[in-house]
């Protein structure tokens, strides 16, 4: 009896092995999708997570500018992208610094975005069927307690010429996170707990031309 049933055991490995798998959705009847190329199909930009942006956008770059994301009372975050433009030519070619790091206590003063603004700063939901983000974002405050440096880079701007046209700037500077198998910079929920984004000065002449854009999660 045991060796049939063995012998039973091995001839249905193949076929096992041969048959499709389904993977159906546990949220209702959709099953998913093989395409010609025997992958699966992963159709991007249609997570479910609540997604959001915070947008700062023609800030002095003659002084040090920020902008602070701060965490609601019950959500927490998860970075998923940054863009900086700090590329304004000055009258002597500078580096700028830019720091991405956590704050531990609440960000005060500076410019608040508001929610679903409709002029810079913003801070706005990918899909309207979402609800509003209602943790702060601040262009420029005091910035709260440092907590751990996460990211870092550094970039050059241009020197102006007497007498020579103004030397356009470059396009804006963006790291993404997550997408690979590193997990994306988290913050906490809880008001205290937050994330900014500094940029050093590009130093005298420079335009009015800085921004900086953080898009992120929502994590309950």
């Known amino acids: 009896m045991k060796k049939k049933l063995l012998i039973a055991i091995a001839c249905l490995v193949p076929i096992a092995a041969l048959a499709d798998v389904v993977l159906r959705s546990g949220a209702g009847s959709d099953t998913a999708t093989i395409n010609a190329a025997k992958s699966l199909l992963v159709v991007r930009g249609a997570s479910t997570v609540a997604t959001y942006t915070c947008t700062a956008t023609g800030l002095t770059s003659t002084a040090i500018y920020s902008l602070n994301l701060q965490a609601e009372a019950a959500r927490g975050f998860k970075i998923q992208k ?12 500078a580096a700028v610094n830019v720091t991405v790091q956590r704050r531990t206590t609440a960000a005060t003063v500076g410019t608040l975005a508001a929610q679903e603004g409709t002029a810079s700063p913003s801070v706005s939901k990918h899909d309207p069927a979402d609800g509003n983000w209602t943790g702060e974002c601040r ?43 590193e997990k994306a910079p988290a913050v906490l929920a809880g008001t205290a707990n937050g994330a900014s984004v500094l940029v050093s000065s590009v130093g005298a002449g420079a335009l009015a031309a800085g921004s900086i854009t953080i898009t992120f999660t929502a994590v309950p």
């Open 139 to 181: 262009v420029t405050p005091t910035l709260g307690t440092a907590g751990a440096v996460l990211d870092g880079w550094s970039q050059t701007v241009g020197e102006l010429g007497a007498g020579l046209a103004d030397p356009g700037s470059g396009t804006p500077f963006c790291k993404t996170y997550g997408d690979e198998s």
């Open 82 to 93: 940054i863009c900086v433009s700090a590329n304004s030519p000055a009258t002597a070619a």
